[in-house]
């Protein structure tokens, strides 16, 4: 009896209006687009100014970042390893339904580790994760740094500061570089936006800003 209970509380209840279809209304298709990268890197800076060019464009889109993830689904986690792993882990749990309910969602996360990235592109199909690095060097991220988070790290105020005191994985074959610590912002969301263009299996973006 026990089993039955448990087999019939974790089954999966299957609706009837499937991603397809609400991708057929939205008239486009949802991915996830990952932006990584050191802090001070301009991830969510980028994710906010394309989330504004694709809703301009009439995209159903939702920015994930530490702002509000961590304010309420991570408000318990800290930020030793294990702590960023599950973080990473819920984001990307997260993300995955966004892409099932057809939004284009933009998650915007140092994700310093590759094994964590590559798990959330295990959770999609076959592109539909679109691995963005935001490349700048560590000397403009702490040069941009208004919270004073890297002068904490650098004194040991800050345990496990990624790119002080904890690793940064480069990705190794990411869809698309963009070089935020030299490039315009304007210039990095048309690199993003030629990218997410063929991805979206609709029209040319330009034909309906």
Known sequence: MADERKSTHT??????????RRERLNAHRSVIVWFTGLSGAGKSTLANAVEERLHLAGYRTYVLDGDNVRQGLCADLGFSPDERMENIRRVGETAKLFVDAGVVVLAAFISPFRSDRARVRALVPDGDFIEIHCRCS???????DVKGLYRLARMGAIAEFTGISSPYEVPEAPEL?????????????DDVMALLQPRLQVAPLRARL
């Open 177 to 189: 570089i963009v070089d935020t610590g030299t490039q315009h912002l304007a210039e990095s969301v």
């Open 11 to 20: 089954r999966v209840h299957n609706g009837t209006v499937t991603r397809a």
């Open 138 to 144: 560590l000397a403009v991220c702490e040069e941009r």
